[in-house]
């Protein structure tokens, strides 16, 4: 199964925890693309600006025992979900965002990933590598939610990086 992972981070060096992650999910996981990085403005308290970039990875697990792994990796780069503010600052977010057509709505895993839909800054990154990709629930493209998204916030990507892995 082909999964859409979104990577975001905007304290200490995120771009040494999105290597480190990838290198860990790569492990496991074929790694089929990923998006340039993206430096975006932050949504919710004051902040650091974003990085954020998308992967499409080919899944050798479920995408809830692929989450658990995600999480474990949050932890080991330094994240405490339980301790940070909401949509705060943190050195690892790492979101399932959508899943083929799977939807799923758990207590601990839901896809695809409930305010995709609505963030231009992982919309954009999502487009780059899975532009064709159909939201499940919407019966649209990633490409055309990622372009109203823009339209309603034109301002919410800074930059476009380049990002080695």
């Not at 959508?98 to 799923?104: M, N, Q």
């Not at 695809?112 to 499940?136: N, S």
């Amino acid at each position: 199964m082909q999964l859409l992972l979104g990577l975001g981070g905007n304290i200490g060096s995120p771009e040494e925890a999105f290597r480190a992650a990838l290198l860990s999910l790569g492990l496991e996981h074929e790694i089929l693309a990923l998006s340039h990085l993206y430096r975006t403005r932050p949504v919710g308290p004051e902040q650091p600006d974003f990085f954020n970039l998308a992967a499409v990875l080919d899944l050798g697990c479920p995408p809830s025992e692929f989450l658990e792994s995600c999480r474990r990796l949050e932890a080991d780069a330094g994240r405490d979900r339980e301790s940070e503010q909401r949509w705060g600052p943190r050195v690892l977010d790492l979101d399932l965002l959508l899943a083929e057509s799977v939807v799923c709505r758990g207590p601990s895993l839901v896809l695809p990933h409930p305010r995709f839909h609505e963030r231009a800054f992982a919309l954009a990154p999502a487009a780059e590598v899975a532009q064709d990709w159909m939201h499940p629930i919407l019966g649209l493209t990633v490409g055309d939610l990622a372009d109203t998204a823009l339209r309603a916030d034109p301002e919410a990507i800074i930059e476009v990086l380049s990002f080695e892995f």
